[in-house]
């Protein structure tokens, strides 16, 4: 008897706590309730059997015997179950909940009341046996029932698993569909053991049960089966942003941090954490934040900027005494009553875009210095109309070579042009015969 006993409160056990574990990932999802849902029928049904094969007083022993009788609401659940993971829209419709539930209460009901097809409780080598009239059409109907809810449970999931293409999706369902299909094939060999080999084992109905739910938590945890719980969600983004993100009490405390504040900072976990929150940023960018956020409009207790602040350049210090430049934004966090819990703060690391503006300061200083190293001319120029002097801006008047020397940066060269040396050595014999 202590073997089926320890079987049963195991898997009365395991059946509750893997149902909470996946229901907690996120209670708000379908699946996660059917699954919970699931886990606690086989569970109570495991509490029931277990109760069962001790039971020494004949009423309880016949109460627990008939409420142990639930398999036909489990295999209701289990299909459920498995028509929100494939998605099939039909399970929002009532008449589908009424066709798949109802008949299930009816059948429990009219078992605890009447005790089904149960003729007579045994003892056996293993503790009570419940003797079944096999002639019932009771029997015969709810075994039908639990045959082909049992095996749509197994097939839906085999044909989704041959129509995605996905291949961590193909194991999914793979083991969903092996967590359906197996227990029920032991469960069913069980029963032929005895005839063909003499051997008398436990029928333990709780420990395929248990094995059911073990197959889909496995699925769960392995391949995320049921969707991601937002809260991880969450804190897989927040640990793998670039960005600096900090959770500061009231007090300006740190109270956490994500992966980039260790990162940028160089510091350790116990180096930083319920430190004040500028031993990270001693500027006073930050301190003109809280002052900006603390500010009170006309005495009441809204904060500017709707509770946020954004953008102000500020430096973070690092463990080796360096410093980076961010720009940070802090929000107000709020209690449910609406007092302040502490402030959000996210920092962004602006180092590419600090150099960035430093070499582009530096090109526009050097154009600058270049464009007043060009000297042009502009504006009127007074020349004499004879001599072609040319007045400067004191009244002298200079040759016009130098006057553009001056204000320019032309080179002058000499030369004459072909009128001027017809002037000047026309009448001259060399210069005819280089004329000619």
Known sequence: MILPLTISFIAFVVCLLIGFLVY???????????????????????????????????????????????PSLAVSVAFHFVL???????????????????????????????????????????????????QSPFLSLAN????????????????YYFKTGDIKKKKQLAYISLGFFLPTVMG??????????????????????????????????KFGLLDLNPATAVN?????????????????????????VLRLSCYQHEEIIDNHVNKLFPGNGLQYLFDRLDAVDNGTKKPVDHNIVRQVEDALVT??????????????LHEKDG??????????????????????????????????????????????????KVRDDQGYWSQIEKYISEHSDA?????????????????EDWYKSEKK
């Not at 606690?40 to 001790?54: C, Y």
């Not at 039908?144 to 044909?159: E, Q, R």
């Not at 080179?411 to 009448?427: F, M, Q, V």
């Open 24 to 70: 907690y990932q996120s209670s708000k999802k379908l699946e996660h309730k059917l699954f919970l849902a699931l886990c606690l029928v086989n569970a109570w049904m495991a509490l029931s059997e277990f109760l069962f094969i001790q039971s020494a007083e004949p009423a309880y022993t016949l109460f627990w015997a008939k409420t142990n009788i639930a």
């Open 84 to 134: 929100a993971i494939a998605g099939i829209g039909i399970i929002k419709k009532k008449w589908f909940l009424g066709i798949v539930y109802i008949p299930n209460i009816l059948i429990y009901l009219y078992i605890l009341f009447t005790g089904g097809a149960i003729i007579d409780i045994v003892r056996g080598p293993w503790g009570n046996e419940v003797v079944y009239n096999v």
């Open 144 to 159: 039908l029932w639990i045959t082909i809810f049992g095996f749509l449970s197994f097939i839906i999931p085999l044909i």
């Open 188 to 221: 069913s060999a069980i029963y032929f053991i005895k005839p063909i080999t003499g051997i008398d084992i436990p029928k333990v109905p709780s420990f395929f049960t248990m094995l059911l739910e073990l197959l889909l938590g496995y699925a769960v945890w």
């Open 236 to 260: 897989n983004i927040v640990e793998t942003i670039s960005d600096l993100l900090v959770i500061i009490d009231r007090n300006r405390r740190i109270v956490s941090y994500n992966n980039a």
């Open 319 to 332: 463990k080796k005494s360096e410093s980076i430049p961010v720009n940070i934004s802090v929000s107000i």
């Open 339 to 388: 007092e302040k819990a502490g402030y959000v703060l996210v920092a962004r690391d602006i180092t590419s875009q600090k150099i960035a503006e430093n070499e582009n300061k530096k090109l526009i200083t050097e154009l600058r210095e270049a464009i007043e190293n060009v000297k042009t001319l502009k504006g009127f120029i007074p020349i004499c109309a004879k001599c072609k």
């Open 411 to 427: 080179l002058i060269s000499h030369g004459i042009c072909p009128e001027c040396a017809e002037e000047l050595y026309g009448n």
